[in-house]
């Protein structure tokens, strides 16, 4: 079994960002969205983006983000993969020509197979925890056996995700990555690095038992 990607969402600070990459994740979230308690301008997340090794996916999370902005922020940041995580159209999501995962919110009535379809362009699919009112950053899991087991893109679970609950995950349904905010801080915002530690080793454990 290949390894599962972790992702960091909600960077706010370089030094979030270093323990991160010290730990070993892949990718890194920088959360474009005002009302997120995450938020950060273009030019922070540039700021932080510019002392980044290679080698690091640096993502890009918009919730219904006017597509000036979007673009704005494509021209001062180097962003490697745009999340979309509200209710964006695959038109809209298509038009910027960056690689994009669209954000999928666990309704009791969503119908994957036909939301799948309609993303075909994306590059994976990102799977959270629905929340009336909410659109991300929860810290609510959802039902992992609602997910099927022949998904036609690569699965970004997430939701509710924390070191304790990270190998369950795995085991649950082999996903292409996990993707975690709130259960690696230790405020909105701020990241712990002792948490985001525990949480890569949970992963790698997860991913030998697998194997
Ligand atoms: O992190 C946010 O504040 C956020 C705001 C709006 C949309 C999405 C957001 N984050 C994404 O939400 C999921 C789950 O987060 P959590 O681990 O439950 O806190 C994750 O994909 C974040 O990228």
Same mark, same amino acid.
């Given at each position: ?20 990459? #010290?730990?070993? /994740?892949? /990718? ?15 030019? @922070? ?37 745009? @999340?979309?995580? +509200? ?7 298509? #038009? ?18 036909? @939301?799948?379809?309609?993303?075909? #362009? !994306? #590059? ?8 009336? +009112? ?39 349904? @082999? ?26 080793? !949970?992963?790698? /454990? ?6």
């Amino acid at each position: 079994m290949s390894r599962t990607r972790v992702k960091i969402c909600g960077i706010t600070r370089a030094e979030d960002a270093a323990a991160a990459i #010290s730990a070993g /994740a892949d /990718a890194l979230g920088f959360v474009f969205f005002a009302k997120s308690p995450r938020a950060l301008t273009a030019a @922070q997340a540039a700021l932080i983006i510019a002392s980044l090794p290679p080698f690091v996916t640096k993502v890009g999370l918009f919730v219904n983000a006017n597509a000036d902005y979007v673009r704005e922020v494509l021209a001062i940041c180097s962003l490697d993969l745009l @999340q979309f995580h +509200g209710d964006e159209t695959p038109l809209y999501c298509e #038009s910027f020509a960056k690689p994009y995962m669209k954000a999928l919110r666990m309704r009791e009535d969503i119908d994957l197979t036909a @939301q799948l379809a309609a993303y075909s #362009s !994306a #590059s994976a699919v990102l799977l959270d925890s629905y929340k009336a +009112g909410v659109p991300g950053g929860t810290g609510e899991v959802f039902d992992w056996e609602r997910i099927p087991s022949d998904l036609s893109l690569p699965l970004v679970l997430a939701g509710g995700l924390r070191p304790n609950n990270a190998g369950a995950a795995i085991a649950a349904c @082999q996903p292409y990555a996990l993707d975690v905010s709130g259960g690696v801080e230790s405020a909105p915002g701020i990241k712990c690095a002792d948490a985001i530690t525990r949480f890569i080793e !949970a992963v790698s /454990a997860a991913d030998r038992r697998e194997d």
